[in-house]
Structures are given as C-alpha cells and as structure tokens.
C-alpha cells in the first residue's frame, strides 16, 4: 500500500535531516568543516594557536632566569589566555621581516615594541598605544659627548635598518643638512647600543626605554641627546577591510588593560626598578662581585636549593645589607651578612650572627617563610616583592599597606598599589643618632628597589655570556666587558 504525498514528504524530510546532522558532527570530528566563512579570530581559536612575531631586545622578548619575559611577551600571554589559546612566538631579526610575517599572514599579530609612524600605517593596522617613548642618540661615557647633529659626523653614526628613527633623520636632515649617518647591515638598535658600549661604532639611536634598561648592563652608555620625537609603542595587524575580528578583540583587550591597571603593573614590573646605579655603586658592586662574592658564593647555592629561592636574589639582598661584609653591624645593633636583629636570629636560631654561614640560612629561611605566608593567590613576581617588605620592616607594616590600598578600591594583590601606599607615607621620626629619618615605609620601598636592581645586575655578570649571545648576537665576544 503506497504512501501518501504529504507522509513521502515528512519521512524524506526527516531522513535528509538526520542526514545533515551527522554529516555535521562528522565534519566537526574531523576538522573538515568549511572555514571559508570563518573570521580571523574563529580560526584561531579553533586552531588554539596565536602566532605572535616579535624580536630579541630588553623592552621586548628575551629569555631571563625564571623563564621567558619582556613586557611584549607578557601582554602577548595575556592576550592569549583571553582567547583561550597557546601563544607560538616567532623571533625575527628586523623590523622588515616583522612587518613582511604580518602583511603575509605568516604570523597573526606582531608585537615587538613597534613604533607608530604615518608611513607605517599604510602598511598595517595598530592597536591603541601602550606605551610612549623618545628617540635618543646614545654615546660611550669617556668620548666628546656629541652636543648637535654636526658633532655626529665626527665618529661612526650606525643605526638599525627599518626603525622609526629613520624617517625621524630623514626629516630633521631637511633642517639640518650636516646630518649623516650609515644604515647598518644586520644589526639591531640593541645590538649597535653593545658596540658603542665596546668602543667600536661611536653613536647610535635608541628609544628611551631600550636605553632605560640596557644601561642597566652596560652603564658606559651615556644619552646625548633627544631627538625631539615622542613615539607611541603598540601591535600591528595585517590591513583588512572585511574581517577585523582579531583586531577588535585585541583593541578591547588594551583597553579594559588601561582600565584595571594591568599595563600599569607590567611597566612597574619592568620598569619600575630601572633606575641605572650611581656610577661608583655600580663599580663597587661590579668589583664585589670578583673580590667578595666567590668566598660565599657556594652558601648561597645551598641556602637557596635547601629554601626554593634563587641564589643571586638571597645574595641580592646580602649585598644591600651589608656589602657582603659578614662582620656588618649598624648602629641599630643588627648584625652579620643577612643583618638580622638580635630578636630575629633567636627567633630563627641563628646562634651566631657574624657566622656567614649561620647568618644566610637564617635569612634565607626568613624570606622563604614570609613568602610562603602570604595568601596562595598573589603571583610572583608581586609575591617575592612583598616577602621584602616584611623582611625588612616586618609582616605588621606588609599587611597595613596591603589593608590600606585595599580601603583605597586598589589591588592588595599587587605590588605596584602596596609601593604606592608605602611611598606615599609622609613624615620622619627621631632618632637618636640620626636626623629626619625616613619612616621604615618608605625605607622598605627603597629596600626591595635596591635588591631589585642588584638582582638583575647579577643575574647579567654571573652569566653574562649567555647574556651576550642572547642578547647581542654576532657581537664581538671580546667587547663589552663592563667590569
């Protein structure tokens, strides 16, 4: 008995229906799906993956002890932890080949401290600025200190190929005819910054955060002068007028960053303890390093495996105790490499003060203990930075200022908002021996900036080889040295 039109119609309806439907599950087991319809963004959280080019340099991308770091490479994880997705960074050597990976859809976002320029807006589209920077030229401490475009054609000029500062020279030479320079073959703005540092080019130009922190390790340099640019720092995506998927969500990731205060606390954590070591502290350290620290060096290695700590943040904080001096005693009565108080070493078991030994296990214990103490959710590298406040002015004083910048609506998580509450302490007291001594809040503040730049020098001369490979390849392995 045959089947009516209307009933034919219903079960061959039903049947191209589940028909569909399994050839969509199918397809979706398989990948096979059609993604020609889907925008940039879809593709890539399907294929959970960002590709991000970027570049070797201070103020980027660059490898350190704890791992990966630079502030392009912490916005990039960021991103993609917002996406949902691993981030593939893809190291180039010029700024060329950056913009090339980007235009030709080899990388999805370049991020490496790029400068915004008009003429790099015909190119690719940017993300609104993180950061503002000035073009500066840079000289070796020692040489004439280069006082106008003119003094430039007295030395050897070389600057990077492809950076924002070419069309800054190109412009100031309409006004300055006198302006030379040579293009660099293959060399980076960081790595034409070591070959001045080692006498071999005279001048070059750099931003002022690359200047800010390579200095750090190569205090010679010296910034002559600005050359009168402000430029803005973001990421550059590939031109597109019909899918701007991925652009606007990195456009909305910048900007709820500017609002809760996740760029503020990048550039603290990379700039914020930036500042460069007076001259002669920077030699006497450098100095301590080959005299002193090799008599102590092996406590410090088994004081921070027996605790978790890294060695040269426990020598660190040695240093600016007490110069390295195991017999250190200050008028206070704090005593020994660690300068612990009479109190404090009881409380440790520290029997003996002066003992180097006795004196490092007890402070690495200290530290360890008052970061282990804070709450399991504040991040490290906030976390470590904490730990020295209470290390030097006690937990009292770490957990008021965290209260305080919590009563205040701001982060108690966050070391950038505990250093504001802290640093904005006002008023001195009397001490018997002293005059209007800073109160141990702001003491501490200076305390854990100190330590930080120690820190960082130290990991650069206790490894600077790898240093100098990473950072300033093909360079001269016999140049530079800054001890």
Known sequence: MGLDSSKLRNRVGRSLFRMA???????????CTDSSTSTQLEKIKHKGTLTVATRI?????????????????DLAQLFAQRLGVEVKFVVYDSIAEIFEAVEKGRADV?????????????????????RTVTEQVVYRDGTPKPRSFADLSDGIFEVSEGGSHLSTLERL??????????????????????????????????????????????????????????RSLAWAFRQSTTDSSLYDEAVAFFNESQHNKTLDELNERYYGNARVLAQADDQAFRQHVHE??????????????????????????????SKWDPGATSPTGVRGMM??????????????????????????????????DMPVHIAEPDRTWMALVAYNA????????????????????????????????????????????PLPARQSVEFVESVRRYYDLLVYLTDEENFRLTMFPNAPAEAGHSS
Request: a positive charge.
């Open 21 to 31: 439907s399994w050839l969509l599950v199918i397809g979706t087991l398989c990948g």
């Open 57 to 73: 340099g201070p103020a980027t991308y660059h490898p350190s002890p704890n791992g990966l770091s630079g502030i392009e490479h």
């Open 110 to 130: 370049a991020a490496a401290g790029l400068a915004i320029t008009d003429q790099r807006k015909q190119q690719v589209r940017f993300t609104p600025a993180y």
């Open 173 to 230: 030479r309409d006004q300055h005819p006198e302006l030379q320079w040579r293009v660099s073959d293959g060399h980076s703005t960081t790595q034409l910054m070591y070959l001045v540092h080692a006498g071999l080019i005279d001048y070059t130009t750099a931003t002022s955060d690359q200047t800010q922190l390579i200095r750090r390790y190569l205090p010679q340099l010296r910034v002559a002068f600005d050359l009168g640019v402000r």
């Open 292 to 321: 002193r620290l090799p008599q102590y060096r092996r406590l410090f290695h088994q004081a921070a495996n027996r605790y978790g700590l890294d060695w040269r943040l426990l020598a660190a904080i040695a240093y600016q105790e």
């Open 339 to 372: 300068m612990l108080t009479e109190e404090t070493a009881k409380e440790l078991n520290v029997k003996n003060r002066l003992n180097p030994r006795d004196s490092i296990m007890g402070g690495a214990y200290y530290v360890s203990q008052e970061r282990a």
């Open 394 to 437: 006690g937990p009292g004083m770490l957990e008021k200022a965290r209260h305080t910048a919590q009563r205040k609506g701001q982060n108690p998580d966050r070391w950038l908002s505990v250093k504001k509450v802290l640093a904005a302490t006002k008023g001195y007291y009397r001490d018997i021996k002293a005059k209007n001594v």
